[in-house]
């Protein structure tokens, strides 16, 4: 389906393996549903590459606007992290964080499977991805990386300034396709996620108790 709202978030990572398990219960848990806590976030997705040797992890943020990120309750969030947030930040490794504008955003309902491209120009007509059968939405935005991140170890101006992902309900047909979606948008490389957990704000009224791990 068409992302909400009129920006998004877009995070690639890895973490350090003797915490993967950690990080995805805390990820679950507590960083994403506090994320969506914050008036102007959406919704928020976790997807994982399990075979991938970099970048491992993507996060999906649907934004009200990109002036969400500025918001007192989302930088109050960044500047005043929870102990085990705290704890966590030293184990992320391999970064990226794209705030973008969105510009293109097609389909209906959510597919199981994420393909997410990084460019450094917008394509034309992306909309001709449709005629891959498995794909179920596409997403294209431009980001402004200009401002600094804790996690971030320098604003990342040179790199591609605009991110695709197209969703798609067979990963085996999406991976078959990736040179002709490669081939239509001018890219050069592309990676391949499953979704794992999705949480909207509404849902934030069902989520358990906040679950402290032991020891901290």
């Known amino acids: 389906m068409s992302l909400k709202g009129t920006a998004f ?6 973490i350090e ?20 806590g ?7 997705r976790r997807y994982v590459a399990r075979d991938a040797t970099i970048h491992r992890y993507f996060t999906l943020y649907e934004l009200d606007s990109l002036a969400v990120l500025q918001s ?15 704890s966590m930040r030293p184990s992320f490794k391999n970064f990226l964080r794209y705030p ?10 959510m597919g199981g499977v994420l393909a997410t491209f990084r460019l450094s120009a917008a394509p034309s007509r ?20 200009s401002e600094p991140f804790p996690l971030q170890t320098a604003p990342i101006e040179r790199g591609p300034r605009h991110v ?8 085996g047909k999406l991976e078959t396709a990736v040179p ?15 979704l794992v957990f999705a949480i909207i704000r509404d849902d934030l009224g069902d989520m358990p108790a906040p679950f402290t791990p032991p020891n901290r």
């Open 9 to 14: 978030l877009a995070l690639w990572n890895d």
């Open 17 to 36: 393996p003797a915490r993967d398990g950690e990080y995805n219960l805390w990820h679950t848990r507590e960083h994403v549903p506090e994320r969506v």
């Open 38 to 44: 914050v008036p102007g976030i959406l919704s928020g």
């Open 72 to 86: 007192e309750p989302y930088k109050a969030l960044v500047a005043g992290p929870t102990p085990w947030s705290l």
């Open 100 to 109: 973008c504008t969105t510009k293109v955003s097609l389909g209906h309902g």
């Open 126 to 145: 992306i909309e001709r991805l449709f005629d891959i059968e498995t794909v179920t939405g596409l997403h294209l935005g431009e980001a402004d990386l």
């Open 164 to 171: 695709l992902m197209v969703e798609a309900n067979d990963r």
């Open 180 to 194: 002709t979606i490669l081939s239509a948008i001018s890219s050069a490389e592309a990676q391949i996620y499953d």
